[in-house]
């Protein structure tokens, strides 16, 4: 079955980075967009990032256009979110999602890694 499994997350500092992991597997990998979202406390659930199934285009949010950087690599099955310059707003729970085929409809989820930014 699919399965998504992010890491990565922790403590950071305001203007600090991160770098998240989401490890793939049951399913093809390369054939699928994937996206990165997020959830902060007391929030909504908030899209932020995806990518599609090569790698050729990505998409970011207004909120995290600039200071974060979607990538995959299809040989390792795993999809990254670079985060730059991180503001106590990016605190949150991020998940990465598989996107059904050829569709911005996700339909797999990962379990999350939180991400706190604080001094």
């Known amino acids: 079955q699919v399965q998504l499994v992010e890491s990565g997350g922790g403590l950071a500092q305001p203007g600090g980075s991160l770098r998240l992991s989401c490890a793939a597997s049951?399913?093809?990998?390369?054939?699928?967009?994937m996206s990165w979202a997020r959830q902060a406390p007391g929030k909504g659930l908030e899209g932020g990032s995806a990518?599609?199934?090569?790698?050729?285009?990505?998409f970011y949010a207004d909120t995290v256009k600039g200071r974060f950087t979607v990538s995959r690599d299809n040989a390792k099955n795993t999809v990254y979110l670079q985060m730059n310059s991180l503001d106590p707003e990016d605190t949150a729970l991020y998940y990465c999602?598989?996107?059904?085929?050829?569709?911005?409809?996700?339909?797999?989820w990962g379990q999350g890694t939180l991400v706190t930014v604080s001094s």
């Open positions: 049951g399913f093809t990998f390369s054939i699928y967009a």
């Open positions: 999602a598989k996107h059904r085929q050829d569709s911005d409809a996700l339909d797999a």
């Open positions: 990518i599609r199934n090569d790698g050729s285009d990505t």
